[in-house]
């Protein structure tokens, strides 16, 4: 008997703590993360390496048989990008790239390009997928839907956090510039643009840290998946 595979959407705009949430999630529940950004970011990394504008539609929607995308779990259980059959995970992290991956991720032929695979991953295991559109057009009947928000200077003191310990110097000033370039960009693109779905549980973990929002991510998801069963 095949048994039925659960699936958790969490959408949100940029640096919400989506993914070090879900990742958090995942572990405690047993259940495979599924970070939707990184596989955007590939794409946005490929366009970028290339040379190509990441607004030309029809250059980028040209490029794409030539990007063999692939994601896979290493043996430190986390998510790994491979791009033609290089591990890309740390590249696509690289700042320059963030407004990339938003630029291609604007383009119907490249959102297209990417949804079996995303579908494909709920099929397969019971997963907590992080993005922009899980709840609304990835994953329409996820078992659970959370949108995860936090105010724009929060989200920008924790992304500055994060690339001053990977080691990459920038100012508070640039970093918020950034979130809410993307914020602009991604809920006002014509495709699949971030939105929260009518049957999300919205969650503002601006006042919350870390151990708190995970004890709170993970009572709305119990208490959905037991109303469900
Ligand atoms: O989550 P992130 O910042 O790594 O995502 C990078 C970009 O990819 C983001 O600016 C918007 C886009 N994206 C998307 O359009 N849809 C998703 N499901 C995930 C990311």
């Not at 940029?14 to 529940?29: D, F």
Request: with cysteine.
């Amino acid at each position: 008997m095949i048994e039925k595979k659960y699936s958790i959407a969490i959408d949100g705009p940029s640096g919400a703590g989506k993914s070090t949430l879900a990742k958090a999630v995942a572990a405690e529940m047993g259940i495979v993360y599924v970070d939707t950004g990184a596989i955007y970011r590939t794409i946005g990394y490929y366009v970028w390496k290339n040379n190509i504008d990441p607004k030309d539609a029809e250059a980028v929607a040209a490029a794409l048989p030539n990007i063999k995308v692939d994601m896979c779990y290493g043996d430190d259980g986390l998510q790994h990008m491979m791009l033609c059959g290089e591990d890309v995970t740390d590249q696509i992290r690289l700042p320059q790239i963030s407004m990339y991956a938003s630029d291609v991720s604007a383009i119907p032929a490249v959102r297209d390009f990417l949804l079996d695979m995303q579908r494909d991953m709920a099929k397969r295991y019971n997963v907590i997928m992080d993005g922009r559109d899980i709840g609304t057009v990835v994953l329409p009947d996820a078992d659970v839907k959370i949108f995860l928000t936090a105010p724009a200077e929060v989200r920008a003191r924790r992304r500055m956090k994060e690339l001053v310990q990977r080691g990459t110097p920038c100012t508070f000033e640039e970093v918020l510039r950034d979130i809410e370039k993307r914020d602009w960009a991604d809920s006002h693109r014509a495709t699949a643009p971030l939105r929260q779905a009518d049957d999300a549980v919205p969650v503002d973990n601006g006042k919350t840290d870390f151990e708190e929002s995970k004890q709170l991510l993970l009572r709305v998801i119990k208490e959905a998946l037991a109303v469900e069963k």
